[in-house]
């Protein structure tokens, strides 16, 4: 099965694109291939146009940039996301490739006389997100909640896609690379042989 991993990160040498490439070498290990699409290095714009708001208005055609986007999902059995923690949310990059791909008409399919269809039952989700801040901090400010409910529901659910690992790598600064590290690579071997990791 095929995989593509989108890492969210300026820095090709960061934690990030090491905890993508472990998610890789795991996939490879299981016997399965993956595509790597690093969104800083490949210059993707995060920005909103005016282009992008006639697709969501009036179904025009989606920009060149968005349909090679959608094609490589469309290519994938999976789709995995890592990215680093910015404000307690993912990097405006990340985000602006959400609000650019995930239109309507292809995530989803609604109108003002028509209820939302989700378009992307067939993908399974893989998140993996990691912040400088240790466990209890984001307990205690109910952040882990938040996250969950902005994300795992407010963009995948809401589009049909089943998340099956949503997981918070924490306290990235204090000596935990190497755990993280063996975790994507676990997440990876894993990800086409079971249901759910838990987040």
């Not at 969501?56 to 290519?75: G, K, S, Y």
């Not at 006389?113 to 399974?124: A, I, Y």
């Not at 109910?142 to 996250?147: D, E, R, S």
């Amino acid at each position: 099965m095929h995989a593509l991993i989108v890492v969210a990160h300026h820095d090709p040498q960061s934690l990030t694109h090491s905890v993508a490439a472990e998610v890789g070498a795991g996939l490879t290990a299981s016997g399965h291939t993956f595509e790597m699409a690093d969104l800083a290095a490949e210059g993707f714009d995060p920005r909103y146009s005016a282009a992008d708001h006639s697709v969501h208005r009036t179904r025009a055609v989606p920009p060149a940039d968005v349909l090679a986007e959608q094609a490589r999902i469309d290519r994938a059995d999976a789709l995995v996301l890592v990215f680093p923690i910015y404000w307690w949310s993912m990097p405006a990059l990340l985000k602006g490739w959400v609000d650019r791909v995930f239109v309507n008409g292809w995530a989803i399919d609604y109108g003002p006389d028509t209820p939302v269809q989700k378009k992307l039952r067939h993908l399974q989700v893989h998140l993996l997100a990691l912040g400088g801040a240790d466990d209890s901090a984001f307990e205690r400010h109910g952040y882990a909640k938040a996250m969950n409910t902005q994300i795992d529901y407010g963009i995948f659910d809401y589009c049909g896609a089943r998340v099956l690992t949503s997981q918070l790598l924490l306290d990235s600064e204090s000596g935990t690379a190497q755990a993280h590290l063996h975790k994507a690579r676990a997440v990876g071997q894993g990800l086409f042989e079971r249901e759910a990791v838990a987040g």
